[in-house]
């Protein structure tokens, strides 16, 4: 057996090269929620398992085989969250943030799911999330489905298309749950073994089964769309002409359902393409009884989730930027050298005036000495524009020699300059041209 730690199956590391496109996505949803006057809010990452069990339901994949759920010291069931919806309105109602009025929420971390990983599909995974209470309106379901495609835009996604449905009232879902129930019980000799074992606990996810004898069931299978009331059809119909008007196409899919049972009315899925089997990027609807059904007084709300994982698949596809992303990392802009063991006290010292003087820029000191030969690779290899060289041999504090470490670069002035005027000649020959 190997004595070498690795990280858990479906749990991954983010390095170094890996986390500026992370941090640049994460900075991208931040902006796009303040933009739509979203607070963030941050929740536990334990939570209580009764929380799930009645937020997304007893009889769905998340609770009945994925969640991470253990018993600590005091005998509590406790689980890693696996969505954040339900810790969000947790959260709300313990704290009064829904109460007699509206709010809209961010989040932003990962969640756990105990699933079989595969490619944007993974153990522990990280979702943006968003959540609106107290608004009814039609508005608020296509202001969400608008604020994801000003991200799509922001993050230079173009290979997305939406699809919306519409789940009814609790009440419409009741009266097709009989009949479907029913029409598939006739059909159960062609269907899978998952199919059969959701019959009477969640026939609606059947619809969404992407075996191909089972589909060809459900093609015949009765549509919640013939048991809706006109109020249903009506608000359906307005999110419709809303997205119209706002010039985004989408598709009616009526097959399209979620795996939480927390959903009713509008639901929605932005899908691509661009990522093989795992095209859903972003899902959301509204949940108008989760509210009550976690103890609060009925509320009407409305969200969306995003994975981040299939986010910087997508962007890195969208971009083309396998080049880039391949090139080393830079980690300096400005790197200062130390040659001699007496100048250490006086590197250091310069690298934080340089910090001070250079807030924008990125500024190393090389820690670890060695002669000037080896100091120089290490500049090269940190990707810095320019070196700093401490020069005691003049009176008085030392002065500092510069030195351009790329070819296009401004030449610096051949003698050493005092410490205020080398950081002001950098702070005008110091180029954009390594992205933060």
């Given amino acids: 057996m190997s004595k070498t730690l690795h990280s858990l199956r479906g749990m991954h590391d983010a390095l170094p090269d890996q986390t500026p496109a992370w941090l640049a996505l994460e900075a991208s949803l931040a902006a796009t929620a303040r933009a739509y006057g979203y607070q963030q809010i941050r929740m536990p990452i334990v939570e209580h398992t009764a929380l799930f069990k009645r937020g997304i339901g007893e009889v769905t994949d998340i609770v009945e085989k994925e ?3 253990f018993e600590d010291r005091n005998g509590d069931s406790l689980t890693l969250r696996p969505e954040g919806t339900a810790s969000c309105v947790r959260a709300c109602l313990e704290h009064g943030l829904i109460h007699n009025q509206q709010r809209k929420l961010w989040y932003l971390g990962p969640m756990f799911r105990h699933e079989r990983p595969q490619k944007g599909r993974y153990r522990q995974f990280h979702q943006f999330g968003v959540e609106a209470f107290g608004v009814t309106g039609a508005e608020l379901d296509v202001e969400l489905m608008l604020m994801a495609a000003r991200l799509w835009r ?5 290979e997305v298309s939406l699809q919306i449905n519409t789940l009814g009232s609790a009440e419409a879902r009741a009266a097709h749950r009989s009949v479907l129930i029913e029409y598939l019980q006739s059909h159960a000799d062609r269907l899978d073994d998952e199919a059969r074992s959701r019959l009477t606990t969640n026939p609606l996810r059947i619809l969404d089964s992407k075996n191909p004898e089972v589909q060809a069931v459900i093609a015949q299978a009765p549509a919640l769309a013939d048991f809706l009331s006109e109020e249903d059809r009506a608000n359906f119909a307005e999110v419709q002409a809303l997205l119209t008007a706002a010039g985004v196409p989408f598709s009616v899919n009526p097959r399209l359902v979620r795996g939480l049972d927390y959903y009713n009315r509008t639901v929605f899925e932005w899908v691509t393409t661009a990522l093989g089997a795992q095209g859903t990027i972003c899902a959301g609807g509204r949940y108008d009884g989760l509210v009550a059904q976690l103890g609060g007084k009925p509320t009407p709300a409305a969200g969306f989730a995003m994975g981040l994982e299939r986010l910087i698949e ?10 880039e992303a391949s090139a080393p990392e830079i980690t300096a802009d400005v790197i200062v050298l130390w040659p001699e063991p007496a100048h250490k006290p006086w590197a250091l010292i310069a690298a934080e005036a340089l910090r001070l003087a250079l807030p924008e820029q990125r500024v190393q000191c090389v820690l670890d000495g060695g002669g000037l030969k080896n100091q ?3 500049a090269d290899r940190s990707g810095a524009q320019f070196a700093v060289q401490i020069d005691t041999e003049t009176a008085g504090e030392p002065r500092w020699s510069l030195r351009a470490l790329r070819p296009a670069l401004p030449q610096p002035p051949e003698l050493a300059l005092p410490p205020a005027e080398a950081a002001q000649w950098l702070s005008q020959h110091l180029s954009p041209i390594h992205p933060k």
């Fill in 314 to 323: 997508l962007m890195a596809a969208a971009t083309e930027a396998h080049a």
């Fill in 67 to 69: 969640m991470y759920t």
């Fill in 376 to 378: 120089l690779k290490r």
């Fill in 154 to 158: 922001a993050l230079g996604i173009t």
